[in-house]
Nanobody, 119 residues
Framework: QVQLVESGGGLVQAGVSLRLSCAASGLTVSSYTMGWFRQAPGKERDFVAGIRGSGGTTYYADSVKGRFTISRDNAKNTVYLQIHSLKPEDTAVYYC????????????WGQGTQVTVSS
């Protein structure tokens, strides 16, 4: 049974940094493409960052390039999202997801972690 459990969200002030974690069980993060998505109030869920299983190539939405960094710790089977210089518009529920190699859609999702940025 696959489980993705996000943590690290909270209420923070603008300008600070935050690291979100996604602990996986039932799958090996280095064998999947892992992604982070976010959903702001009243908006659709958007892709933020991804890291490919093979080789660990990372890729980002244009809106977050330079401020967000995705990484993984294979020993801990955990994926991270480091967010620098948080802005109020980063307020959203952040979700971790896993996609099997060569598949288009993400198969597994976490429950999400809320990030609220105050100005």
């Amino acid at each position: 049974q696959v489980q993705l459990v996000e943590s690290g969200g909270g209420l923070v002030q603008a300008g600070v940094s935050l690291r979100l974690s996604c602990a996986a069980s039932g799958l090996t993060v280095s064998s999947y493409t892992m992604g982070w998505f976010r959903q702001a109030p009243g908006k659709e869920r958007d892709f933020v960052a991804g890291i490919r299983g093979s080789g660990g190539t990372t890729y980002y939405a244009d809106s977050v390039k330079g401020r967000f960094t995705i990484s993984r710790d294979n020993a801990k089977n955990t994926v991270y999202l480091q967010i620098h210089s948080l802005k109020p518009e980063d307020t959203a529920v952040y979700y971790c997801a896993a996609r099997r190699p060569y598949f288009v859609s993400y198969d597994y999702w976490g429950q999400g972690t809320q990030v609220t940025v105050s100005s």
